[in-house]
């Protein structure tokens, strides 16, 4: 649209609406046109932790004041551990209830027999267990025989146990056992050892 002068070319809304092509005519008919929106994403069903689902939508929403409901929250009925610091306690590859059976047994056998052949993990786990019956029978009231009789299987080993131990390690403070270490296990080459009463 070019003018040739300045004073007869007058600028009007009319006129730019005459040189525009139509466009009500376009938005009047939505049959013509399909518009295709992109899917959203799915959220994974994944463990996400404690990564907030939408960081940027949730900060731009005027009611979030914290993070607390972006996080998911995880409750499968477990609780959340850190890391083992400090706790030596050997597992031996079993849960908590054959664990103990199994160092209750060890004990029984090693203040029956007073010296027993197995693993050196199984017998560093014992050693303490031994040393607190020994100290347990060097008391020898009745609350520690009771005590005594609730860990070790066999009710006689107990009584003897009760009875010899104050003769024989009366003057001792602790360190009843002695780990010796031997070949390894002919099967699996497992280290061995045997432990025994002082």
């Not at 049959?31 to 731009?60: C, D, E, Q, V, W």
């Not at 056998?109 to 029978?137: C, E, F, P």
């Not at 280290?191 to 025994?196: D, F, R, T, V």
């Amino acid at each position: 649209m070019a003018c040739g002068s300045s004073a007869s070319c007058t600028w009007s809304m009319a006129t730019l609406r005459s040189a525009l092509p139509s466009l009500p005519s376009l938005l009047c008919a939505p049959s013509r046109i399909t518009l295709t929106r992109p899917k959203p994403m799915p959220i994974l069903p994944s463990f996400t932790g404690l990564a907030p689902l939408s960081p940027l939508l949730s900060l731009s929403s005027p009611e979030s004041t914290s993070f607390e409901h972006n996080f998911t929250i995880i409750d499968n009925g477990g609780r959340i551990s850190a890391m083992r610091h400090g706790r030596r306690v050997p597992k031996l590859n079993r849960p908590p209830d054959q664990r103990r059976a199994l160092l209750r047994g060890l004990t029984t056998q090693l203040l029956k027999y007073g010296r027993i052949k197995t693993t050196r993990a199984r017998a560093s786990a014992m050693r303490k267990y031994v040393d607190k019956m020994i100290t347990l029978a060097k008391d020898g009231s009745l609350h520690k025989r009771r005590q005594a009789l609730g860990f070790i299987y066999e009710k006689q080993i107990v009584h003897a146990l009760f009875a010899e131990v104050p003769d024989r390690y009366g003057d001792r403070n602790g360190g009843y056992t002695r780990i010796i270490r031997t070949l390894p296990r002919r099967g699996d080459n497992a280290p061995m050892a045997y432990i025994e009463l002082v």
